[in-house]
């Protein structure tokens, strides 16, 4: 599953910092998750995972294949990028191709450092970005309902449907609220699905820190993390520059010394991609044997023959039954013969939900 996380912020906020840690981090062949160059600007980063290094311990495979997703680095917006400032209409069509936003906020002080913007504020430069996301989305709206319009004297319920949905959106967006508020869903949410409309994504924040920040947060971090709850989002307060300079350290030893120096356990770039996987509402389930361990990304809520379907298409089209076992078992177990022999490995058919960190193997017939 190709899935996009798009960076996004003001300019000089700390998001070509980010990306580039994210980049770097591909040299040193300890950490755990890699990173390849797909096109300019454009990154795939492994997700960590403890789960698959505990798996790898207990199989000892030839191989381990973690599971992935993509950074988008995208310039920075200006304020009347919707109009087209700054290249603005480039911008936005780059946003439109990701499936969550990761917005990088500034929360230091540095007269070194240009701001357009004047004062640091956070939530203003939050509310910025979202300004104009809402006026591009306005835009389409506005265009779908004239187009929808012309439909409505046929009767079809589901373009009055679709009419009163692009309606309540082109309200909100009116009132300076972003769609994803409005929570649709169903066919709701398909009469605007072909819009792809910005303010529709989900979003994760990141408050760039200075370095007496970096555990405590501040002033301007709190500000941000009490506005990004009363929206439902979720804030990570790094220090990009500190997290540039990990990602160049070439042995975990290093690493090492670099979080103690610090107070670190993990780099802050770890919790980023968990917490952007997570945004994707997507778990992971294992295979595992002695030619591979592999995690394999899917939809919360798939049945296990779509589960099936991204390892191959044919192990959906000719489903039989998935083996099963959870986790913790195979853990506790420390084998599929000895969860076998114990009765946690289970049978389960067309309608099983995949749960995350399920260890499966199919069984198909085409």
Same mark, same amino acid.
């Given at each position: 599953?190709?899935?996009?996380a798009g960076?996004?912020?003001l300019?000089n906020v700390g998001? &070509?910092?980010?990306f580039?840690?994210v =980049? @770097?981090?591909?040299?040193a062949?300890?950490?755990?998750?890699?990173?390849?160059?797909?096109?300019?600007?454009?990154?795939q980063?492994?997700?960590p995972d403890?789960? #698959?290094?505990?798996?790898a311990?207990?199989?000892?495979?030839?191989?381990t294949?973690p599971t &992935?997703i993509?950074?988008v680095?995208?310039?920075g917006?200006v304020k009347?990028a919707?109009?087209g400032?700054g290249?603005?209409?480039?911008?936005?069509a @780059?946003i439109r191709?990701?499936d969550?936003?990761v917005?990088?906020?500034r929360?230091?002080?540095?007269d070194n450092?240009l701001?357009?913007?004047?004062p640091i504020?956070?939530v203003?430069?939050?509310?910025?970005?979202?300004?104009?996301?809402?006026?591009?989305?306005?835009e389409?709206v506005?265009?779908?309902?004239q187009?929808?319009? +012309?439909?409505?004297?046929?009767g079809?319920p589901k373009?009055? @449907?679709?009419?009163a949905?692009?309606?309540?959106?082109l309200?909100?967006l009116?009132?300076g609220k972003?769609i994803r508020a409005?929570?649709l869903?169903?066919?709701?949410? /398909?009469?605007i699905?072909?819009?792809?409309?910005?303010?529709?994504?989900p979003v994760l924040?990141?408050?760039?820190?200075?370095? =007496?920040?970096?555990?405590?947060g501040?002033?301007?971090?709190?500000a941000l993390?009490?506005?990004?709850e009363?929206?439902?989002?979720q804030v990570i307060v #790094?220090?990009?520059?500190?997290e540039?300079?990990?990602s160049?350290l070439e042995?975990a030893?290093d690493?090492?010394?670099f979080? &103690?120096e610090?107070?670190?356990?993990?780099p802050?770039?770890n919790?980023?991609?968990?917490?952007a996987?997570?945004?994707?509402?997507?778990?992971?389930?294992? %295979?595992?044997?002695?030619?591979?361990?592999r995690?394999w990304?899917?939809?919360?809520g798939?049945?296990?023959p779509q589960?099936?379907?991204?390892?191959? %298409?044919?192990f959906e +089209?000719?489903?039989?039954k998935a083996e099963?076992?959870a986790y913790?078992?195979?853990?506790q177990?420390?084998?599929?013969a000895?969860c076998?022999?114990? /009765?946690?490995?289970?049978i389960?058919? +067309?309608?099983?939900l995949?749960?995350?960190?399920?260890v #499966?193997?199919?069984?198909?017939n085409?």
């Open positions: 599953m190709a899935l996009k960076i996004v912020g300019p998001k &070509s910092t980010l580039n840690a =980049s @770097n981090s591909a040299k062949q300890a950490s755990n998750y890699r990173f390849c160059t797909i096109e300019p600007n454009v990154g980063v492994d997700v403890e789960r #698959m290094d505990m798996l311990s207990l199989v000892n495979p030839n191989r294949v &992935s993509e950074f680095d995208i310039a917006l009347g919707s109009k400032e290249l603005g209409n480039k911008f936005l @780059n191709e990701v969550a936003i917005h990088v906020i929360c230091f002080e540095d450092i701001r357009d913007e004047g504020n956070p203003g430069d939050r509310d910025i970005i979202d300004t104009e996301l809402q006026l591009k989305d306005l389409s506005e265009k779908k309902i187009r929808v319009e +012309k439909m409505l004297k046929a079809d373009v009055k @449907n679709a009419y949905v692009l309606q309540n959106c309200t909100h009116s009132e972003n409005l929570q869903e169903g066919e709701d949410h /398909g009469a699905a072909d819009l792809f409309l910005l303010t529709d994504k924040y990141v408050a760039n820190v200075d370095e =007496s920040a970096l555990l405590t501040n002033k301007y971090s709190d993390v009490k506005a990004a009363a929206e439902g989002a #790094m220090n990009n520059s500190i540039a300079q990990i160049e042995t030893d690493k090492e010394m979080f &103690s610090y107070g670190l356990t993990e802050g770039l919790r980023l991609i968990r917490s996987y997570k945004l994707l509402n997507l778990i992971t389930y294992f %295979t595992a044997g002695v030619q591979e361990v995690a990304t899917i939809q919360r798939w049945k296990a589960a099936a379907s991204v390892i191959h %298409t044919d +089209k000719g489903f039989i099963v076992i913790n078992d195979f853990v177990y420390k084998s599929e000895a076998r022999e114990n /009765g946690k490995l289970r389960e058919g +067309k309608e099983y995949v749960q995350d960190g399920d #499966m193997h199919f069984r198909f085409v």
